[in-house]
């Protein structure tokens, strides 16, 4: 029972947000947003209201809705309110206010006026417990801010359910990142649903924000996105399932933000979701088209555009069908919804959406008669918002529609109006629109004929006319009650109507009968009774058909009229039928056949089936006809057309074979092809094609010539008297392609037509094309067609035409006959062309600004676009030259004597109007020669020089260069001259001065483009006729180099190259005939090219100039023109690299050429009478020209040439082959080099030129390859200039560094070359000679030494000789050491013999450096580099004897601080020598060398233990026990080196201060040695130690105490190091440490030191003492007295740093309460001491004591107590404050006062 009452209190407490508890309730105030947490828990409520009060007054300021919490929540009575004391109700009411400043606090949570009003409420109403889920989503949006991790801080433990995923990071204190946030809402939708509940209502309550609704936004998005996909199932039901019921679940919350008009934010973010649902889930029609519905509900103008884009989203996942009708009605509110629609479709496919709205719209349309959607039906068809597939269904909808619409829903046809409008204008479009209605057309099963006649317009494309027409209603434009009269009222009205029996339809006076007339029949076509009623009544005078023309021809109009398919085709049935009556069995109606053919041509087949009936039963008609010919009558012969006298008819023999033979076979073919019949008219007019054989078979379907002629000359009349245009354009499509018969041409024939259509004014012939619907355009191209190439009378009536006023206001014909007449031009002759060449010249060159500008731009394009012939081109040009010269006299009005010069600036300034029409025709001509491909025709090359010479006389009247007709010219003779290099018939003038003409261009002229044109044509002329450019190519290159060789455009350095190619050849080869050089005389030109260098681009520079070179020839200009270039700009690194790039160009034997040349002029320079130089470089010339100077120049060039890489390595390919090239390259190489000392002798007395030679010739040498050059060598080496030796050696040395150490043929060239140099070392008295060749005996030998070592040892003794290193010269010296060493390496066990003799010889030149003031440094290195490579390879050479002096010197060396190159020397050598040496050897060697090192001086002394140091780290454990007796010899040495030292007469102060780190050094050294020794080895020696330290006289007490302040020294770092390990070598040490306490005096400095060690080595062995080594009684009575005994010191010695670290170490050691008890009694004694020192020490010791042991130490305070009473009125205040520091560690440790104690 105690048990469950127990468990329900606390479950009670658990729940409850109250406590009583005072600490619970502070640490509940803490709790905070803004304050530390113990700053909070200080804080009254006062207070803080004053401050969150002031953040909420600055919130009202921002948004006044905060206002009315001033009195509820803000209020100065909520400082005393207590949610605890509140009622259920009272405290339901306050969750309202506080969840409404949260909802409205959300927007402005990132700042701190925010946080402060928070705070209140989280600290005085406690929201974090009461309001933690409306907190946390207040927060939430902000979860990333720091404010978010200070709320996690402030949470109760238990917080609400669906928050429980953020209790990881509250107790992290760490932001949870979005994807946890995700993860959550996608895996637990009351997290989800908790979200969009708090969203929603701070929506509803005006209080959301933009960052609210986005992160409502996203969260939803892509925890819907995330459920989609945890919910894929392969099941089709069961993913259905899944969907639905996601939708079940988040379907009202989307629902209520879809409706909420004045939060577009939300609507928005919904809009997202939704997108995302229905994209990725898989929701039947009826699911999308509620959230369309639902959508479209509630959207507002802002949410407008991306509601249209969800829109769209669900159109696509939704069946292709109309949309439904809520919908369209919501979807038509919007205003300007198609822009808006075509807008949005440029961003997204929205064309589902579109084409449902199209659908819907359409059935709204033919179900309620509601058409007023129909317009936006056509502006989404139009704005390609629909593609292809979409766009035919909207097209067949529409088709269906008005199929389908019937009178009761269109009353007054305002329906069928409109369908009928929209599908006109749609289905006449030239756009993809228009094609794809036709398609749909074809496709539909809607009889089109009918509905055609249904609306009263043709719907289908016209194919005749190209123009789009306006729909062509077919009954008058009556009031709708007019248009919905009876049939049978309309035809009696008609019927009143007279007509007659002369009247036709084909004339002008019938249009108002007619017009009546032909609404009643369109009427009526669709029903055949209608048909023949309409047939019957009087005006349509149908029973006088057979003789008067009126029935006939209104049928003729209606089939060839643009009217609906079944109003044609039944009036080719009505004729059809009429015809068959019997009283038409004997009339000719030859007048309706050229109607039936055009019939026949009609785009629809079913008309075309009509007219091919027709023809059948004229064509019976006619066959009775033939059979009674003679008694015939020719129906309508006077009255058809208004001039029916001219009409041209055919004898009823010919209409019938005519039918039988052309058009009856045919009709089949017709009816399947529209074109047929013009194919078939035109075979039959123009003759037939069959052979023999089928005309032999066939001879009675044959027409003869007139007959064919009679078939032209009747068709042809008929389409020039005929009123219709469609008859026209249909005929003429025949007859155009029918050139004539029996000399009558179509152009005679059909003329009058042509003249006819050009004479009508522009408005009238576009008024007859539109009554008819025809393009007027269509008529314009068939009616000048109908002129032929060489018809005369014709081309001459279109040259007239063109040239008429009349034909400016018809453009488009007169672009018509410049096009036809372009057409034609191949096929006419060539007196036509001429003709058609003169009249269009003179027609181009009319006034642009008159009207006449688009006639002569027709005609300028004309003859730009055909083929001029050479002869019109010529006669162009010829036309020029009189009006030029005309052009160059004043007029007469102005005529006076003057100078050339003013004339020409008068003109120049004042051009006339009749030079300006010059300048043009001038112009045009030029550019129709240029356009006419000239080189075709070459004979225009003399008239086009002509042309230029003219045109210098137009620049001077002018005052321009006139660049561009010189181009142009200049480009069309440059196209003609190939054909004078392939035709050799053809010849050039060369009296004309061409070649000073071209000059004249390139000089006078600025532009480049005119320049490099006529250096092209110069270039072009030189291989043609170089005759007529040579005398002039000078001026040229001059002036090139100061204008095209500067441009750096590709086209220009095309020019130069092409120039230089085809200029200078001939030029080369007319200065070989002459008497001077080639050489000389082309300097100028290379002057030119030398002076533009630094003007030409650089990345042209190498191209030109090779090319250049390459065509001069580089075996004799190279050389010359590196040599200008160097001159004329310096030996500068942009010329010298510059020149080793074209230099590197040329072959090696040209190469090697040049540079024997270049070494000739420079040669050629310092003669008495320079020749070559002269003339290349100036060097005779007075004044600046030093020829010093010039030669320097010329010397830097050529080192610069031969260490060019590539000559290098082409010399090396070409030598490796034993062959004609490479002796070739051998023997220059030879002669280069003999000039090359000839010069350098030559120059010795000009000292710069002479070193430039011998750079030159270090250069020279490096170029063979090593063998090679060995080879010369050699041969050099003899020479008696011993400078020229050395250099020659020198080159050698830096080639052996060059040489590659893997080659084997180098290796083999070197090593045979050792011979010749140790026999240089040896016979040569040069020692700078010798020490070149001892440095290539070493790199030879490190390099290869080891490939054949035999080879190498001899060069070794001689080097170890008395003829190298027993030389007295220094550097000799050092360069044999340096060599030895390296020998060393490469022998090692070799050189042994040599070494005898070397060693001792390095040793005393080592003790020599040492002493010695110059070059000492580099001999000692050397010398030691010797010993450490012995050191390294031979050790054993080094002998007790050698290593002795070598260490006895390496000491002397230390003291004598050589510099720090010298200490790295010997430091590494040393350091080889400790490892490389024999142990025993080594250590026994430095035992006997100890007093060696410490004579020489504390460095010697150091580097004496740092060697050892290293042989004892070197060596084994086994080596070091073998050699302990030597070593340990040294260390007694080392121990006694104060003593020894001390002991001296004159003691060394240097010594003096550097002996404690020499000491160091020593224990460390020691140390080293005690790692590697057993204790079994070492023991003995640590006992030997101890004894030696006593083993001085007893007298020499000073000795004594030295020797064993060194020893303590030891045994300090000793037991400091091994610590434990080594305690037990403390029973060694006891005696003497007691005796040293006892006995020695800290007052005495010398003793003192001894005295701190001793008490230090003790406290290292107490601290490490883990063997209870110093708890045995025997160990501890022997020191503890002692110990406490030195107390008695204080009064001299400050015993706080040694001694009380000892005595506490011995009492932690102990560890027993006896020895602590012995020796605190000793301490206690010491408390009552009379002297204060002491016991101020024995306090500090006791304080030492108590911190270290505790409570341990202080089981004997009872004992102490009396004494610290004492001590507490101590007369001295240093003892009395410290006593209290102690009774203050004591109560510290106890924990309580000793006050009660001590009383």
């Not at 069908?321 to 979807?331: D, E, W």
């Not at 893997?1302 to 700078?1328: E, G, N, Q, W, Y």
């Amino acid at each position: 029972m105690t048990t469950a009452l127990a468990a329900q209190l606390a479950q009670i407490a658990t729940n409850s947000k109250s406590t009583l508890d005072v600490k619970a309730q502070k640490a509940a105030h803490s709790k905070s947003l803004i304050f530390e947490p113990r700053v909070a828990a200080s804080q009254n409520y006062q207070t803080l209201y004053g401050i969150c009060h002031q953040g909420y007054e600055e919130l009202c300021q921002l948004d006044s809705r905060f206002v009315p919490f001033g009195n509820t929540l803000f209020s100065e009575q909520s400082q005393n309110e207590d949610r605890s004391q509140m009622t259920a109700s009272e405290n339901a009411e306050l969750d309202k206010k506080i969840d409404s400043f949260l909802h409205l606090a959300g927007a402005r949570l990132r700042l701190m006026p925010t946080i402060k009003a928070i705070e209140w409420l989280v600290r005085r109403f406690r929201i974090h417990e009461y309001n933690t889920a409306m907190l946390i989503s207040t927060f939430l949006p902000y979860h990333t801010i720091p404010a978010f991790v200070t709320l996690l801080s402030i949470l109760p433990k238990n917080i609400p359910h669906v928050y429980r995923f953020l209790d990881p990071y509250i107790r992290s204190l760490t932001q949870p990142p979005r994807s946890v946030l995700v993860h959550q809402a996608t895996h637990h939708p009351e997290f989800l649903t908790a979200l969009s509940t708090y969203t929603l209502e701070a929506c509803r309550a005006r209080q959301h924000y933009a960052a609210l609704i986005s992160f409502w936004g996203g969260i939803m998005t892509e925890a819907v996105n995330g459920m989609l996909d945890g919910m894929r199932s392969g099941r089709l039901s069961v993913q259905r399932s899944n969907d639905q019921a996601l939708l079940h679940q988040i379907g009202p919350t989307l629902s209520d933000a879809l409706v909420m008009h004045k939060v577009p934010g939300l609507q928005i973010a919904s809009y997202m979701v939704i997108s995302v649902f229905v994209a990725k889930g898989d929701l039947d029609d009826a699911a999308i088209g509620a959230l369309m519905e639902q959508l479209v509900a509630g959207w507002t103008t802002e949410s407008l555009r991306p509601g249209l884009v969800c829109l769209s989203i669900l159109a696509r996942y939704r069946s292709a069908k109309q949309m439904s009708s809520k919908v369209t009605r919501a979807l038509r509110k919007i205003p300007n919804l198609a822009e808006l629609l075509t807008e949005l479709g440029k961003e997204h496919n929205i064309g589902r959406l579109a084409n449902g709205l199209c659908l819907a719209l359409v059935d709204r349309a033919h179900k309620k008669g509601d058409i007023k959607g129909l317009p936006l039906v056509e502006s989404l068809l139009l704005g390609s918002v629909l593609n292809e597939q979409q766009a035919a269904v909207v097209f067949k909808s529409l088709l269906l529609a008005a199929h389908k619409v019937d009178d009761s829903i269109d009353t007054d046809g305002q329906v069928r109006k409109a369908l009928a409008s929209i599908i006109i204008r749609l289905s006449q479009l030239d756009t993809d629109i228009g094609k794809i209605f036709t398609k749909a057309i074809d496709e539909t099963e809607v009889d089109v004929d009918a509905l055609e006649l249904r609306l009263g317009a043709t719907i289908r494309p016209r194919l005749l006319g190209t123009e789009p027409q306006q729909d062509v209603p077919m009954v008058d434009d009556e009031p709708a009650a007019a248009r919905i009269e009876s049939f049978e009222s309309v035809l009696q009205r008609v019927g009143k109507l007279t007509t007659s029996s002369s009247t036709s339809c084909l004339r002008a006076n019938s249009s108002d009968v007619f017009t009546d007339l032909c609404s009643l029949f369109i009427s009526s076509a669709a029903e055949s009774a209608h048909l023949e009623s309409f047939a019957e009544i009087a005006p349509m005078q149908c029973s006088l058909a057979s003789k008067s023309p009126f029935y006939l021809t209104f049928l003729m109009r209606i089939w060839c009229g643009p009217y609906p398919v079944l109003a044609r085709a039944a009036a080719l049935d009505m004729a059809k039928r009429r015809l068959k009556g019997e009283d038409c069995k004997s009339v000719d109606f030859q007048a309706i056949l050229p109607y039936s053919i055009v019939a026949l041509n009609d785009p629809s087949k079913r008309v075309r089936l009509a007219a091919a009936d027709l023809v059948a039963v004229l064509e019976i008609l006619f066959q009775e006809l033939h059979k009674t010919s003679d008694s015939c009558t020719r129906w309508a012969s006077g009255h058809l057309y208004d001039n029916s006298d001219s009409l041209e008819w055919m004898t009823a023999d010919i209409c019938h074979k005519f039918l039988r033979n052309v058009i009856t076979p045919s009709l089949e073919e017709c009816v399947l092809n529209a074109d047929y019949v013009i194919e078939a008219l035109q075979n039959a007019v123009n003759g037939s094609s069959k052979t023999s054989a089928e005309e032999e078979k066939d001879k009675k379907s044959h027409l003869s010539h007139g007959t064919r002629r009679s078939i032209l000359t009747f068709l042809a009349s008929h389409a020039i008297y005929t009123p219709l245009v469609t008859l026209k354009i249909r005929l003429l499509a025949s007859l155009n392609k029918v050139k004539g018969v029996s000399g009558v041409t179509r152009t005679q024939l059909l003329l009058p037509l042509l003249k006819w259509w050009s004479s009508l004014s522009s408005s009238d012939a576009t008024r007859i094309c539109s009554e008819e619907g025809v393009g007027e355009s269509v008529l314009d191209h068939s009616c000048v067609e109908v002129v032929l190439p060489n018809d005369k009378d014709g081309i001459e009536f279109l040259l007239n035409a063109v040239g008429t006023q009349q034909l400016l206001t018809r453009p488009n014909l007169l672009h018509a006959i410049f096009s036809h007449i372009q057409n034609l031009w191949a096929s006419m002759k060539t007196e036509a062309r001429h003709i058609v060449a003169r009249r269009m010249l003179d027609l181009s060159q009319k006034d642009q600004s008159s009207d006449g500008g688009m006639i002569s731009s027709e005609a300028a394009n004309l003859l730009r676009n055909v083929e001029l012939t050479t002869d019109i081109l010529l006669f162009f040009l010829e036309s020029l030259q009189p009006a030029a010269k005309m052009a160059t006299e004043p007029p007469s009005g102005k005529r006076r004597r003057t100078s050339s010069s003013e004339a020409h600036r008068g003109f120049g300034t004042q051009p006339t109007p009749e030079l300006t029409a010059m300048l043009r025709q001038v112009t045009f001509v030029l550019q129709l020669v240029e356009g006419s491909d000239p080189e075709k025709h070459p004979e225009l090359l003399n008239a086009l020089f002509n042309a230029l010479s003219e045109l210098q006389h137009f620049r001077v009247l002018v005052g321009s260069e006139l660049g561009y007709l010189q181009n142009l010219i200049l480009r069309s003779l440059l196209a003609m001259v190939p054909a004078y290099k392939n035709n050799q018939s053809l010849k050039i003038d060369s009296t004309g001065g061409h070649g000073d003409l071209l000059v004249n261009c390139i000089q006078k002229s600025s532009s480049p483009s005119v320049q490099n044109t006529a250096l092209l044509l110069v270039a072009s002329l030189a291989s043609v006729a170089p005759d007529l450019v040579l005398n002039s190519v000078m001026p040229i290159f001059t002036h090139m180099g100061g204008s095209v060789l500067r441009q750096s455009d590709d086209y220009s350095a095309h020019v130069i190259n092409q120039t230089v190619k085809e200029v200078v050849p001939p030029l080369i080869q007319s200065l070989r005939k002459g008497k001077i050089s080639p050489l000389a005389g082309a300097s100028e030109l290379l002057l030119s090219f030398a002076t533009a260098y630094e003007h030409i681009p650089s990345h042209r520079r190498l191209g030109l100039f090779v090319s250049l070179v390459e065509t001069l020839g580089p075996e004799e200009f190279l050389f010359a023109l590196l040599a200008m270039l160097t001159n004329m700009y310096g030996a500068t690194d942009q010329v010298l690299s510059f020149a080793t790039e074209v230099f590197n160009y040329f072959t090696v034997e040209i190469q090697l050429q040049s540079l024997i040349k270049l070494l000739g002029l420079v040669g050629d320079i310092f003669q008495p009478r320079p020749v070559l130089s002269s003339v290349l470089l100036g060097a005779n010339e007075q004044g600046d020209r030093d020829p010093q100077k010039i030669a320097f120049r010329q010397l830097s060039l050529i080192p610069h040439l031969l260490s060019s890489r590539k000559l290098t390595t082409q010399i090396a390919k070409l030598t490796v082959h034993d062959d004609m090239q490479a002796s070739k390259v051998r023997e220059l190489y030879s002669t280069l080099l003999e000039d090359l000392l000839v010069l350098a002798d030559s120059l010795k007395q000009h000292k710069n030129l002479y070193n430039r030679c011998g750079e030159a010739l270090s250069k020279l040498l490096n170029l063979l390859s090593i063998g090679e050059f060995i080879k010369a060598v050699e041969t050099l080496l003899d020479r008696p200039d011993i400078v020229l030796r050395r250099k020659v050696l020198r080159a050698v040395e830096v080639r052996i560094d060059e040489e590659n150490q893997a080659d084997a043929h180098s290796r083999t060239a070197l090593l045979a070359f050792l011979p010749h140099l140790t026999a240089i070392i040896r016979v040569s008295d040069d020692m700078a000679y010798k020490h070149i060749a001892v440095g290539c005996v070493d790199k030879i030998s490190e390099k290869y030494g080891k490939k054949d070592p035999e080879a190498v040892t001899a060069a070794a003794s001689t080097i170890a000789s008395d003829k190298c290193l027993g030389q007295d010269d220094d550097k000799l010296r050092v360069m044999a050491l340096l060599c030895l060493a390296s020998l060393v390496d490469v022998l090692q066990d070799g050189i042994v013999p040599v070494l005898p003799s070397a060693i001792p010889k390095t040793l005393s030149y080592i003790a020599e450096s040492i002493n010695s003031e110059t070059s000492g440094v580099e001999l000692h290195n050397a010398g030691y580099a010797f010993m450490a490579a012995l050191a390294q390879h031979l050790p054993y050479m080094l002998t007790g004897s050698y290593l002795g002096q070598l260490l006895a010197v390496s000491s002397a060396s230390a003291s004598a601080k050589l510099g720090s190159e010298a200490n790295d020397a010997r430091s590494q050598c040393l350091r080889l020598l400790a490892k490389q040496v024999d142990a025993k050897t080594l250590f026994f060697t430095l035992e006997r060398n100890w007093s060696t090192a410490t004579s020489s001086g504390p460095i010697a002394t150091r580097e004496y233990l740092d060697f050892l140091g290293i042989a004892l780290d070197k060596h084994s454990k086994a080596d070091i026990s073998k050699n302990v007796m030597s070593l340990s010899a040294i260390f007694l040495n080392a121990f006694d080196l104060r003593r020894s030292e001390l002991s001296k007469s004159d003691v060394n102060e240097d010594f003096l201060r550097q002996l404690p780190r020499i000491e160091e050094a020593t224990n460390d050294v020691a140390l080293k040695m005690i790692y590697k020794l057993n204790d079994t080895a070492f023991r003995p020696i640590f006992s030997q130690l101890m004894d030696w330290t006593t083993a001085l006289p007893k007298k020499d007490t000073a000795g004594k105490n030295l020797r064993l302040q060194s020893v303590y020294g030891f045994l300090l770092s000793f037991f400091s190091s091994l610590r434990s390990i080594v305690t037990s070598y403390a029973s060694y040490i006891i005696d003497s440490a007691v005796d040293v306490l006892r006995t020695a005096s800290p007052k005495k400095t010398e003793e003192r030191e001894l005295w701190k060690k001793v008490l230090h080595t003790l406290t290292k062995c107490f601290e490490h003492d883990q063997d209870d080594f110093w708890q045995a009684p025997a160990h501890f009575s022997a020191v503890a007295p002692v110990l406490a005994s030195q107390f008695a010191h204080a009064s001299s010695i400050n015993l706080v740093d040694d001694l009380v670290p000892a005595v506490v170490e011995l009492a932690a050691a102990a560890d027993s309460q006896e020895h602590q008890k012995e020796l605190n009694g000793a301490l206690l004694k010491h408390l009552r001491s009379e002297q204060s020192a002491i016991r101020l020490a024995a306090v500090k010791c006791e304080q030492a004591l108590t911190d270290r042991l505790g409570e341990e130490w202080l089981a004997m305070l009872p004992e102490m107590l009396p004494y610290i009473s004492e001590l507490q009125d101590d007369d001295d205040e240093d003892v009395e404050r410290e006593t209290h520091r102690w009774i203050v560690g004591i109560e510290g440790v106890l924990g309580e006062s000793l006050d009660s104690m001590l009383q």
